[in-house]
């Protein structure tokens, strides 16, 4: 129904910003929550940041609280993450995804209906 394909991902170096996008193609007429999670070799997958369709609510992990900054373009049927002060364990690869419950923006990935591929970032220190 919805495929969602991640870019923007790439190699900088600690303090740097990176600006990650993650466009939708298909059904996306249909309203979505969207979330941004994380995935390093040996770990499991962890939730980054997520918003609501409308853009009213807004979820970050603490971790990243402060530093990034989720935002959409439903027009353009986009969902960005702005990095910045990026630090060596942030990196990862980077995967958005779609969930049918618009309403929320969900910590919990199994609330998510629709994944894409991943972008790598890797912050140097």
């Known amino acids: 129904q919805v495929q969602l394909v991640e870019s923007g991902g790439g190699l900088v170096q600690t303090g740097g910003s990176l600006n990650l996008s993650c466009a939708a193609s298909?059904?996306?007429?249909?309203?979505?929550?969207m979330g941004w999670f994380r995935q390093a070799p040996g770990n499991e997958r962890e939730f980054v940041a997520a918003?609501?369709?409308?853009?009213?609510?807004?979820n970050f992990a603490d971790s990243v609280k402060g530093r990034f900054t989720i935002s959409r373009d439903n027009a353009k049927n986009t969902v960005y993450l702005q990095m910045n002060s990026l630090k060596p364990e942030d990196t990862a690869v980077y995967y958005c995804?779609?969930?049918?419950?618009?309403?929320?923006?969900?910590?919990?990935?199994?609330?998510?209906?629709?994944w894409g591929q991943g972008t790598q970032v890797t912050v140097s220190s």
């Open positions: 918003v609501t369709w409308s853009g009213s609510s807004t």
């Open positions: 298909g059904r996306t007429f249909s309203r979505y929550s």
């Open positions: 995804a779609a969930a049918h419950t618009y309403y929320s923006a969900s910590r919990n990935p199994g609330m998510y209906d629709f």
